[in-house]
């Protein structure tokens, strides 16, 4: 099995900045497509970003593209996801996920149920 454990949420005043960290169970992390999701109050659970085994592929949800960043240190079992310039809109629960196997296309990888296995989530508020 797989366990991920989110952290660094809490609250961030718009304009300011936060990183996420997701840290993953197993020797076979890097074979893993890493991905973020997000789930604000009364709202589904939306794709946010996803980063391929080896960091060379990048998505990323329009919301956050040009203020988020996604990578991973493989070394460390561990993914981030960089909040710059964050929006009181981004606030939400933050869970990453985890899918064994290759990076399929992108509309795929940004659904829910291509992921495996989830974090508990962490929140992030961003207050204006």
């Known amino acids: 099995q797989v366990q991920l454990v989110e952290s660094g949420g809490g609250l961030v005043q718009a304009g300011g900045s936060l990183r996420l960290s997701c840290a993953a169970s197993?020797?076979?992390?890097?074979?893993?497509?890493m991905g973020w999701f997000r789930q604000g109050p009364g709202k589904e659970r939306d794709f946010v970003a996803a980063?391929?085994?080896?960091?060379?592929?990048?998505d990323y949800a329009d919301s956050v593209k040009g203020r988020f960043t996604i990578s991973r240190d493989n070394a460390k079992n561990t993914v981030y996801l960089q909040m710059n310039s964050p929006k009181p809109e981004d606030t939400a629960v933050y869970y990453c996920?985890?899918?064994?196997?290759?990076?399929?296309?992108?509309?795929?990888?940004?659904?829910?149920?291509?992921?495996?296995?989830w974090g508990q989530g962490t929140q992030v508020t961003v207050s204006s």
């Open positions: 996920a985890a899918r064994s196997g290759p990076y399929f296309p992108r509309q795929y990888l940004r659904q829910t149920t291509a992921y495996d296995y």
């Open positions: 197993g020797r076979t992390f890097s074979n893993y497509v």
């Open positions: 980063i391929s085994w080896n960091g060379g592929t990048l």
